[in-house]
């Protein structure tokens, strides 16, 4: 298993979700933060403080998927996040030791596996 940590541009958040719909993951989190990325930038110094470096809005988004998943996240991120400008973010993928279902106690494949609505 693996957790797919991606930063993204905010407005990309939709089109990524759409993507990830389609491949059937269904469960991840979203949370704003502020980042920097590669770009170098002049520092400066004003009065003896040095002034820090631009932060940018990014969404965070964390995606725990099963091995068969990782490549298909991926993917989906990548194309659905890229506008082939700077800034279109970052995709870290971690290993994952262990996943638990507090509902049902299911461990690890079969908790991160979508559950079919009981309808
Ligand atoms: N090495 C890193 N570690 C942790 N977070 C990072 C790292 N690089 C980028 N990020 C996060 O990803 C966001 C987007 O980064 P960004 O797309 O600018 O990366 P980049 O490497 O500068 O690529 P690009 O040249 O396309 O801009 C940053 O605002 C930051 O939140
Ligand atoms: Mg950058």
């Known amino acids: ?3 797919i940590v991606a930063m993204i541009r905010p407005e990309k958040l939709n ?3 759409r993507a990830l719909y389609k491949i059937d993951v269904r469960g991840f989190t979203t949370s704003k933060v502020e980042g920097h ?3 170098a ?3 400066q110094t004003y ?3 040095t002034v820090k470096m631009t932060l940018n809005e990014k969404v965070r988004l964390e995606i725990g998927v099963s ?3 990782v490549e298909p996240t991926v993917e989906a991120i990548m194309s659905a996040a890229r506008t082939g400008e700077v800034g279109d973010g970052k995709i870290f993928v971690l290993p994952l030791d262990k996943v638990y279902r ?3 106690g299911e461990e690890d494949a079969a908790a991160v596996t979508p559950v079919p609505l009981s309808i």
Do not use: N, Y
């Open 102 to 104: 507090i509902r049902t």
């Open 37 to 39: 990325g590669a770009e």
């Open 1 to 3: 298993m693996k957790l």
């Open 41 to 43: 930038e002049v520092v």
């Open 67 to 69: 091995e068969s998943f």
């Open 15 to 17: 089109d990524v979700l």
């Open 47 to 49: 009065r003896g403080t």
